[in-house]
Structures are given as C-alpha cells and as structure tokens.
C-alpha cells in the first residue's frame, strides 16, 4: 500500500473527536529509586513527595508544555509509522490505558535492547505521567475503517514503516489534521489516534494526569500506578517477530 497506489478518494477528510491518552516520561523525576528496592516501595515514597512538585508550566501562555512539546521537536532522526524523518513529529496517543501501556512498553524495550550494557541493578526504573485531552477535527481520517481496513496488513506491519510513512505523506499532502488507527503492539488491537497539528486539539491543557512507575528488565516491562496500585504487565517476546524484536524506525 504505497503512497502512490492511495487512490486519492480514499483520504476524504472526515469529522472525528473523541479523547486521547499519552504517556510521556516525567521531566522531573525524583531519584527514588536508589532509596528504595522495589515498585511498590517506591510508588509509596512517590506517592508522598508528590506534593512538593512545582505546577507545570505553560508554552507561550497558550498551550501545555505536555502538548506542546511534540510540534516543537526537529523530525525523530529514523522517522516514525507514520512520519519520514524529514518531516514534522506527529502527536500520537491512545484510545484506552492498556493500549498506551502496550506501545509504551515496546519503546520501553527499544530504549532497554540500546544501552551498551544493563544497569547494575539488572532494572532500570522509570516515572511517567498517563493524561489525556480531547481532540477534535473536521479534516480527520479513520484507518480502521473501509477501504483502509483493507490495508490492516500493511498498516499493523511491526517491522516495516514504508507503506504507513507514504501513507502519512499522502495525509499531509491531502491537509489532513488527525486521524485514528489500530495499535500494530496491542494484541486486542485496540486504537491510537496521531496528530499532524496542533489544530486537532481541542483543549490547551492536558486532563487527569495520572503518575505511573515503569520498572524495565531484560524480560519484562511493568507499570505500576502510584495512585491505586494497578498495574500492567508486558514480556519482551509479546512483540517478536518471529525471533528478533522489531525496530522498524532504526
């Protein structure tokens, strides 16, 4: 499905909103885990020193840094699904938590199989923060539905992004704003959604931020809420193909 065998028609843009969440590694995140020798220790020491975070500030008095931050970074240096690396960073989220979590927990173990040696500890612990904002556009697209449903091949292709980025350039070039998609690393293929602008936002702040532990080792990736205690697990061979671990945007 090659951006050049895109029938035109296909990308009619369409209304869609609904509401989305991100997960993003926090800016500023305490050192707690050289204080303490597990999660659940570590979310209570967490869960107390909370309060004493600054407020988070603002991009130019408008936008969110949390929504801003996406826009204003240069192209990812390999590209994304559904970016070249030559062209502006998409703004990319979720439907529900678990799917989040599941493609979360793949660059999790990108980030893990590209450090030169593990740590000492044999884990590398991680805070994050899960929020969620509303979007909302008359220039979207849905790819879970016909015709791209026809695709589903091509678009939940794990190891391969060349026909998704031709079809990102071919949603630009078509002045398309946001549009919804299934999750190539959630095995209940539940849906992402990805912005190409900011327009598609329709809040300048995010909602319900939420703070989550991550624990990764050579085996698994675990994220484990500070508030409530829940947690989602995720083993490495879940997004194997075949044998290797994909890294498609490498």
Same mark, same amino acid.
């Given at each position: 499905?090659?951006?050049?065998?895109?029938?035109?028609?296909?990308?009619?843009?369409?209304?869609?909103?609904?509401?989305?969440?991100?997960?993003?590694?926090?800016?500023?995140?305490?050192?707690?885990?050289?204080?303490?020798?597990?999660?659940?220790?570590?979310?209570?020491?967490?869960?107390? #020193?909370?309060? /004493?975070? +600054? *407020?988070?500030?603002?991009?130019?008095? $408008?936008? !969110?840094?949390?929504?801003?931050? @996406?826009?204003?970074?240069?192209?990812?240096?390999?590209?994304?699904?559904?970016?070249?690396?030559?062209?502006?960073?998409?703004?990319?989220?979720?439907?529900?938590?678990?799917?989040?979590?599941?493609?979360?927990?793949?660059?999790?173990?990108?980030?893990? #199989?590209?450090? /030169?040696? +593990? *740590?000492?500890?044999?884990?590398?612990? $991680?805070? !994050?923060?899960?929020?969620?904002? @509303?979007?909302?556009?008359?220039?979207?697209?849905?790819?879970?539905?016909?015709?791209?449903?026809?695709?589903?091949?091509?678009?939940?292709?794990?190891?391969?992004?060349?026909?998704?980025?031709?079809?990102?350039?071919?949603?630009?070039?078509?002045?398309?704003?946001?549009?919804?998609?299934?999750?190539?690393?959630?095995?209940?293929?539940?849906?992402?959604?990805?912005?190409?602008?900011?327009?598609?936002?329709?809040?300048?702040?995010?909602?319900?931020?939420?703070?989550?532990?991550?624990?990764?080792?050579?085996?698994?990736?675990?994220?484990?809420?500070?508030?409530?205690?829940?947690?989602?697990?995720?083993?490495?061979?879940?997004?194997?193909?075949?044998?290797?671990?994909?890294?498609?945007?490498?």
């Amino acid at each position: 499905m090659a951006s050049e065998h895109v029938a035109p028609e296909h990308i009619v843009p369409e209304h869609l909103n609904g509401l989305l969440l991100r997960v993003v590694e926090s800016q500023e995140q305490i050192a707690t885990n050289h204080l303490v020798d597990d999660l659940e220790k570590q979310a209570a020491l967490e869960d107390m #020193l909370d309060n /004493s975070k +600054p *407020p988070s500030p603002s991009v130019d008095g $408008t936008l !969110h840094y949390l929504l801003a931050t @996406p826009f204003r970074y240069l192209p990812l240096p390999f590209g994304s699904r559904f970016g070249a690396k030559h062209e502006p960073r998409l703004f990319y989220g979720s439907l529900t938590t678990e799917t989040a979590f599941a493609e979360t927990g793949y660059y999790r173990f990108l980030f893990w #199989l590209g450090m /030169s040696s +593990p *740590p000492p500890s044999k884990n590398l612990v $991680t805070q !994050h923060t899960i929020f969620s904002v @509303p979007y909302k556009t008359d220039a979207g697209l849905k790819l879970q539905n016909p015709p791209f449903s026809d695709y589903q091949k091509q678009l939940l292709n794990p190891a391969n992004y060349e026909d998704t980025q031709n079809l990102g350039h071919a949603m630009r070039d078509n002045n398309i704003d946001a549009f919804e998609y299934l999750s190539a690393r959630d095995n209940n293929r539940g849906v992402n959604v990805a912005l190409f602008t900011a327009g598609a936002l329709a809040a300048t702040k995010p909602n319900d931020q939420e703070q989550w532990i991550c624990e990764t080792t050579h085996e698994s990736v675990r994220f484990y809420s500070i508030a409530d205690r829940v947690s989602y697990s995720y083993r490495l061979n879940r997004y194997h193909v075949g044998e290797e671990f994909p890294e498609p945007a490498l």
